[in-house]
């Protein structure tokens, strides 16, 4: 949930996000097959460093991998433990809910 939030990352894009994708040297994340459909390179931000430096990797590719290291398909049951807790309503959708907020953010940021 947090890269979601620091990145404004698309679920899809969180879910095929490969260690290979991840510059650190350079400070990028190299998004493969985004919806827009062409590839694009974004900033690597301080919290999604934060984030992905305290990720244990594991043998998988996959920064975010699902079952047996394969690319996640699904993270309802998590995302739905966070909305409870958080007191959202049923039908809010985490990670969408997300992306417009960092994307609220960045709209006012650029107003002044």
């Known amino acids: ?51 992905l430096e305290g990720i244990y990797r594991r043998e998988s590719e996959f920064v975010f991998p699902g079952r047996g290291g394969q690319q996640r398909t699904d993270i309802h049951r998590q995302a739905n433990r966070i909305r409870d807790k958080a007191g959202l309503p049923r039908d809010f959708r985490a990670l969408h809910g997300l992306r417009a907020c960092i994307c609220l953010h960045a709209c006012f940021k650029r107003q002044g």
């Open 1 to 51: 949930m947090l890269m979601a939030l620091y990145t404004g990352m698309r679920r899809s894009e969180l879910f095929r996000l490969q260690w290979k994708d991840v510059d650190f040297d350079r400070g990028f994340i190299h998004i493969r097959e985004p919806k827009g459909g062409v590839d694009q390179t974004i900033p690597l931000n301080d919290g999604a460093r934060q984030v």
